[in-house]
């Protein structure tokens, strides 16, 4: 059976491009578009791994994380960071230290870097 992924980012070209890679090593994705929608997918759907943005518009990755977690524990997470308004993964951990992120991905990342990340997560 095909491992479940959600992934949430406001930035539709970003959240196809990764949903497009993961398909393609025959991942199950589903997309949300910021935390509000991302936090009733978890509830609803068997999940193994949630891939989400940090800076969102309405509800923040660090936050949605932190819900999930909640109801979730054991749920693994990948934090994606970038486009210029946060770049380190030092500064989103210092922003975010109640939160656990499996790993974080530095934006623009390759395909091999999602991948492996993804991998090494899920293992």
Do not use: W
Request: hydrophobic share 45%.
């Amino acid at each position: 059976m095909s491992k479940v992924i959600l992934v949430v980012d406001d930035d539709a070209v970003m959240r196809e491009s990764v949903r497009d890679i993961l398909e393609i090593e025959n991942y199950k994705v589903i997309e949300a578009g910021d935390g509000i929608d991302g936090l009733p997918i978890v509830k609803k759907e068997h999940i193994d791994l949630v891939i989400t943005d940090i800076l969102m518009p309405q509800v923040e990755g660090n936050e949605l994380v932190f819900k999930l977690k909640k109801f979730r524990p054991d749920l693994k997470v990948i934090g994606m960071t970038g486009g210029g308004r946060l770049v380190s993964v030092e500064q989103v951990k210092q922003l975010c230290p109640d939160v656990v992120f499996e790993t974080m991905l530095t934006k623009p990342f390759l395909r091999e870097e999602l991948l492996a990340q993804v991998e090494a997560a899920l293992a």
